[in-house]
Nanobody, 125 residues
Framework: QVQLVESGGGLVQAGGSLRLSCAPSGRTFSRYAMGWFRQAPGKEREFVAAISWSGTYTRYADYVKGRFTISRDNAKSTVYLQMNSLKPEDTAVYYC??????????????????WGQGTQVTVSS
């Protein structure tokens, strides 16, 4: 069983920054891609960013491009989402997800095999 644990969420003013972290534990795979998604109240879960195992490939949703950066430290088995210039519309529960295909950075929800419990990000205006 793979567990994904997110951390780093919180309350921040518009224009501020947060960094989310996600680390898998339990049964893990030697190589895997990772993604971040978010879900606001009353809305469907949506893609935010993804990164391949090597970090060669990254993908961003248009609404975060230029503000958010996904990265990973494989020595620490941790993936990060640096969020800058936050807006109230970024308020959501943020989820990290693991894709057993290490070579891609996909924005398709169904491509992900394991999910974390989520961490709340609230941006006040």
């Amino acid at each position: 069983q793979v567990q994904l644990v997110e951390s780093g969420g919180g309350l921040v003013q518009a224009g501020g920054s947060l960094r989310l972290s996600c680390a898998p534990s339990g049964r893990t795979f030697s190589r895997y891609a990772m993604g971040w998604f978010r879900q606001a109240p009353g809305k469907e879960r949506e893609f935010v960013a993804a990164i391949s195992w090597s970090g060669t490939y990254t993908r961003y949703a248009d609404y975060v491009k230029g503000r958010f950066t996904i990265s990973r430290d494989n020595a620490k088995s941790t993936v990060y989402l640096q969020m800058n210039s936050l807006k109230p519309e970024d308020t959501a529960v943020y989820y990290c997800a693991l894709d057993r295909n290490p070579a891609q950075a996909t924005g398709v929800i169904d491509d992900y095999d394991y999910w974390g419990q989520g961490t709340q990000v609230t941006v006040s205006s």
